[in-house]
């Protein structure tokens, strides 16, 4: 039995218009089939549904190869789209030619997962209460809704790597394995694309993190990844003025959420300014957590620090601290949805009155990015929301109720803003302390919901 193939081209050579292709990857192109997915353009195939975490950026070697080349007709996708990012996807999604379906992270590879189980459906708390439960079966498990879930079939997955052997046997590294296990199941081809082909046995048997049976075939790189973003992502760090006075920088706002983390926490942290919380957590008993399948990351790494498969759930490589473990994104997401995290610290468009939570959309329920987001205010963890006070159109965040999507419902317990922390307390959020030379009763006067006020506010 030998399943290594002479090159991506002919790995592909039975693919053709109309196939459903899954591709793995999360955050950085290190994590993609880059090899499969110029043969997939090349080819030239048409009218193809593409199952991705997302597209990335025009000119990346992601899935937005084969949407920008017009070979895509529906994407079932965690994001379709990134704010302050235009891309033909969204030209083409507005206009029709192209059908999204955006399905959160853990949903996502588990119905990809149940696909290669042989369970056709399965009901989940992810997205009751949103615009994702819409049309589907809701049912009470232990007092609380779940909606049903279908499971996600395809005809191919391409699929990165380490390596290989003629088996078909797949060894893994790192955060890059995410979505790999799950999409290989779900596949009636599933094509690894890998760094080295070795021999039969030259991969030790506790280390195959894919075994032969569910690999069709293998093949050896051919083009290199993107090499655009191997330095650290850094938010900008100039603090928003109210009323003439700066508010809290970024950092600042990083430091402050950091002392709100009790010892002794798992803590998942969302993209943009959560990452920052990272920088301020060194030397204290917390434990971060990245869905893509990483527990145990250190802070932001650059230069020779750098290594490709092992990144956070933002796409920034990071270390790997002492008794880090990497898994794939399902027993990720199995920590989420479970509980077994203490805190989850994610960014927001809108926090409402009612504790919900809007951070995916901007309107327009086919663009946007759910990611991880859904799965993990689904799990019973404190839920700290980081976002500057007012937007940059000078519009509140904090409102009575939100214009936006819903992410999760009630889910919210703490706001760290740029100029106040606000913890919900009995349904009410209360401010607890404020930016230096402003009032509560001023944060009150920049907010649009009715806030209280807490004894001795710092």
Same mark, same amino acid.
């Given at each position: 039995?030998?399943?290594?193939?002479?090159?991506?081209?002919?790995?592909?050579?039975?693919?053709?218009?109309?196939?459903?292709?899954?591709?793995?990857?999360?955050?950085?192109?290190?994590?993609?089939?880059?090899?499969?997915?110029?043969?997939?353009?090349?080819?030239?195939?048409?009218?193809?549904?593409?199952?991705?975490?997302?597209?990335?950026?025009?000119?990346?070697?992601?899935?937005?190869?084969?949407?920008?080349?017009? /070979?895509?007709?529906?994407?079932?996708?965690?994001?379709? &789209?990134?704010?302050?990012?235009?891309?033909?996807?969204?030209?083409?999604?507005?206009?029709?030619?192209?059908?999204? +379906?955006?399905?959160?992270?853990?949903?996502?590879?588990?119905?990809?997962?149940?696909?290669?189980?042989?369970?056709?459906?399965?009901?989940?708390?992810?997205?009751?209460?949103?615009?994702?439960? +819409?049309?589907?079966?809701?049912?009470?498990?232990?007092?609380?809704?779940?909606?049903?879930?279908?499971?996600?079939?395809?005809?191919?997955?391409?699929? @990165?790597?380490?390596?290989?052997?003629?088996?078909?046997?797949?060894?893994?590294?790192?955060?890059?394995?995410?979505?790999?296990?799950?999409?290989?199941?779900?596949?009636?081809?599933?094509?690894?694309?890998?760094?080295?082909?070795?021999?039969?046995?030259?991969?030790?048997?506790? @280390?195959?993190?894919?075994?032969?049976?569910?690999?069709?075939?293998?093949?050896?790189?051919?083009?290199?990844?993107?090499?655009?973003?191997?330095?650290?992502?850094?938010?900008?760090?100039?603090?928003?003025?109210?009323?003439?006075?700066?508010?809290?920088?970024?950092?600042?706002?990083?430091?402050?959420?950091?002392?709100?983390?009790?010892?002794?926490?798992?803590?998942?942290?969302?993209?943009?300014?959560?990452?920052?919380?990272?920088?301020?957590?060194?030397?204290?008993?917390?434990?971060?957590?990245?869905?893509?399948?990483?527990?145990?990351?250190?802070?932001?790494?650059?230069?020779?620090?750098?290594?490709?498969?092992?990144?956070?759930? &933002?796409? /920034?490589?990071?270390?790997?601290?002492?008794?880090?473990?990497?898994?794939?994104?399902?027993?990720?997401?199995?920590?989420?949805?479970?509980?077994?995290?203490?805190?989850?610290?994610?960014?927001?468009?809108?926090?409402?009155?009612?504790?919900?939570?809007?951070?995916?959309?901007?309107?327009?329920?086919?663009?946007? =990015?759910?990611?991880?987001?859904?799965?993990?205010?689904?799990?019973?963890?404190?839920?700290?929301?980081?976002?500057?006070?007012?937007?940059?159109?000078?519009?509140?965040?904090?409102?009575?109720?939100?214009?936006?999507?819903?992410?999760?419902?009630?889910?919210?317990?703490?706001?760290?803003?740029?100029?106040?922390?606000?913890?919900?307390?009995? =349904?009410?959020?209360?401010?607890?302390?404020?930016?230096?030379?402003?009032?509560? +009763? +001023?944060?009150?006067?920049?907010?649009?919901?009715?806030?209280?006020?807490?004894?001795?506010?710092?």
């Amino acid at each position: 039995m030998d399943k290594v193939f002479p090159s991506p081209e002919a790995a592909l050579a039975d693919l053709q218009d109309g196939a459903s292709i899954a591709v793995s990857g999360f955050g950085t192109s290190y994590g993609f089939a880059c090899s499969l997915l110029v043969a997939a353009r090349d080819k030239g195939v048409k009218n193809l549904t593409l199952v991705s975490n997302g597209l990335g950026a025009v000119g990346q070697l992601r899935g937005m190869l084969l949407v920008a080349s017009g /070979q895509c007709k529906r994407l079932i996708v965690s994001f379709s &789209s990134r704010p302050g990012m235009r891309t033909p996807a969204d030209d083409l999604i507005e206009s029709g030619d192209i059908e999204v +379906e955006l399905v959160p992270q853990g949903t996502l590879v588990e119905r990809m997962r149940a696909a290669g189980a042989g369970i056709p459906a399965f009901y989940t708390p992810t997205g009751v209460g949103t615009s994702i439960a +819409e049309g589907k079966e809701v049912r009470i498990f232990n007092g609380r809704p779940h909606i049903l879930e279908q499971a996600l079939p395809v005809d191919y997955a391409l699929l @990165r790597g380490y390596r290989a052997d003629p088996l078909g046997n797949v060894e893994l590294r790192g955060s890059s394995r995410n979505f790999v296990p799950a999409f290989a199941k779900a596949a009636r081809v599933a094509i690894v694309e890998v760094d080295e082909i070795v021999g039969v046995g030259e991969i030790p048997a506790e @280390r195959v993190g894919l075994p032969g049976i569910l690999v069709t075939r293998v093949v050896k790189k051919t083009v290199e990844p993107d090499q655009a973003r191997l330095a650290p992502r850094r938010a900008a760090d100039r603090p928003r003025e109210y009323n003439g006075k700066a508010g809290w920088s970024r950092s600042e706002m990083g430091r402050r959420t950091a002392a709100l983390l009790a010892e002794g926490s798992y803590v998942n942290l969302g993209t943009g300014i959560p990452t920052l919380v990272s920088n301020y957590i060194e030397g204290r008993d917390i434990t971060l957590h990245g869905e893509n399948g990483i527990l145990g990351y250190g802070g932001m790494v650059e230069g020779d620090q750098i290594d490709h498969d092992v990144f956070n759930a &933002s796409g /920034q490589f990071v270390s790997a601290l002492p008794g880090a473990s990497f898994f794939d994104s399902v027993a990720s997401f199995e920590m989420a949805r479970s509980g077994k995290l203490q805190a989850v610290v994610l960014g927001a468009y809108q926090v409402d009155q009612a504790g919900n939570l809007a951070n995916y959309s901007l309107g327009d329920p086919r663009l946007g =990015g759910i990611g991880g987001a859904m799965d993990l205010v689904a799990g019973k963890q404190t839920l700290i929301v980081m976002m500057e006070h007012r937007d940059s159109q000078d519009r509140p965040k904090l409102v009575q109720r939100t214009s936006y999507p819903i992410t999760g419902v009630a889910c919210v317990d703490v706001v760290v803003t740029d100029l106040a922390i606000l913890r919900r307390v009995d =349904g009410d959020f209360v401010i607890e302390e404020v930016a230096d030379g402003f009032s509560a +009763e +001023e944060i009150q006067g920049l907010t649009d919901m009715p806030v209280k006020i807490a004894a001795g506010v710092k």
